[in-house]
């Protein structure tokens, strides 16, 4: 079965050193992998996605993920923490498979201290 | 354990026509978010709701409009209906203060 796993409920990290949020993932067929931030109260928003190509993917606020086939992984990390980076992320996959199914993990808050 | 319900699983519009998507979220969770996931597009978050009160909004049209009850379920109301509003509509609920954001299965809209 499909499924996204965010094994840490919390991450705790201080401004200014590097952090990872983990997410792994189980799909039948080839994953499209996403990870979005919410803020409280706030919808979800986009930060990057792998689709296909370079397993280092880039996105918004200087966050990247590392696709990795052999560990079905998609870690987001981001070299330097900001205290604004605090907030819930999700890591979320789509089958190619079963294309209209969108999978979310359950979030792991990332607290970023000064 | 107790999920996120959606209801209707699935529903069949024509155009101009409205609908009504309700959902209810886990017991004690107090915020509900609606998300709407076009063929082959990511999910674009609409609306969300903290104690039955708006608490953010998104990308929701106008022709659109939702609101949290006592019982904290909430429904989601479309009018004039447009093929282009054919998606799978999902909500989410969670507990402020608390990590986990379950969503529900989703009710696919298709307007015809």
């Known amino acids: 079965a499909q499924s996204v796993a965010q094994p840490e409920d919390q991450v705790n990290v201080a401004e200014g050193n590097p952090l990872t949020v983990k997410c792994t993932y189980s799909?039948?067929?080839?994953?499209?992998l996403f990870w979005y931030v919410q803020y409280p109260n706030r919808g979800l928003q986009f930060l990057l996605k792998?689709?296909?190509?370079?397993?280092l993917v880039k996105g918004s606020y200087g966050f990247e993920a590392e696709f990795n086939k052999s560990q079905t992984s998609f870690h987001l990390k981001k070299p330097s923490a900001l205290v604004s980076d605090s907030a819930l992320y999700f890591c979320a996959v789509r089958d190619q498979a079963d294309f209209n199914k969108f999978y979310f993990g359950s979030g792991t808050k990332l607290n970023v201290k000064p | 354990a107790a999920g996120v319900i959606q209801s209707p699983r699935h529903l069949i519009k024509e155009k101009r026509e409205t609908a009504t998507l309700k959902c209810y979220p886990i017991p004690r969770h107090d915020t509900v978010y609606w998300y709407q996931q076009g063929p082959g597009q990511d999910p674009q978050f609409l609306i969300s709701f903290y104690e039955k009160m708006q608490s953010d909004k998104g990308s929701i049209p106008d022709r659109f409009s939702a609101q949290q009850f006592s019982d904290y379920h909430s429904e989601l109301n479309m009018s004039s209906l447009e093929l282009g509003d054919s998606a799978l509509y999902f909500c989410?609920?969670?507990?402020?203060?608390?990590?986990?954001?379950?969503f529900g299965s989703g009710t696919r809209l298709t307007v015809v």
């Open positions: 989410a609920s969670s507990l402020q203060g608390e990590v986990g954001y379950t």
């Open positions: 799909v039948s067929g080839n994953p499209y």
């Open positions: 792998y689709i296909t190509g370079d397993n």
